[in-house]
């Protein structure tokens, strides 16, 4: 029998280039998008990752948004390449393995559906949702927000209905609203990988990607579950129609080196990657 796993990852910048958010501000001309979250971060008001979910419900510019303004935003959001690709070829399976793919963001579902229509059926995104003004059309009411804790629920939920263990599921994300699910997989035994060179996700994560296609996960995921050796990913890359050109693995270390404190001088910090 196939081994069963649950490939489940983040949204934007995961799959993206773009933030939601960002693509809705622009959509409607909505200014200093990036300020408004940062304040937000800052007073540490919201769960990371559900700043947007918060502007759209208080935020005055933001709530002229209507649903058919998410679903606009989420056909401009520009996706990395191979995301289609990426869904077939864990759709068609590793021989030997059965991997279903779904997508957990803090992003509206309206923007998520629009921007993979036709890649992933509805029923595998799990996005932020809700509940619109039958007259109106405005946002009133939020009924789950799926970004720091919401996503661990989210995932838990979805594993309990999938009946598949933790340890066989693989998470992918690239900030701070996937720490708290990536710890929780990492603490059952999952497989955990990091879309980004954040220092925060990739202290969690058991592995970092980097790269414009969304194909790159699949590296870690032949590596580390099928064991694959370097040899057979290249030759499964290629059995799909592609090469892998470049492929440097590369351990970063950040150290933070201070020099002594004295009465009349403040101590020097300096962080620097090695």
Known sequence: MNKRYVLVSDFDQTLSFDDSGAALAELLGIARFEERVAGLSHLNLVQQGAELAYLLRHDPDFRR??????AEAGRRVHLKQNVALLAQLLRDGVPGYEFDFYVISAAPEEIVHAALR?????????????????????IDSVHRVTAGYGKVAALEELRLRLRVPLDRIVYV?????????MLHVNHGEGHTIAASESRHIGQIAERTVISDDALSVLVPVLEEIAEYTPGQIRAFFESAGLIIQEWGKVRTDWLTIRAPAT????????EVPA
Not at 121 to 128: F, K, N
Not at 263 to 270: I, K
Request: glycine fraction near 14%.
């Open 118 to 138: 036709g890649i992933l059926p509805p029923e595998h995104i799990i996005g932020s949702r809700f509940g619109y003004d039958a007259e109106t059309g405005e």
């Open 173 to 181: 994300g690239d900030g701070s609203s996937d720490i708290h699910v």
């Open 65 to 70: 948004v209507r649903r058919d303004d998410l």
């Open 263 to 270: 009465p009349d001088r403040p101590a020097l910090e300096l």
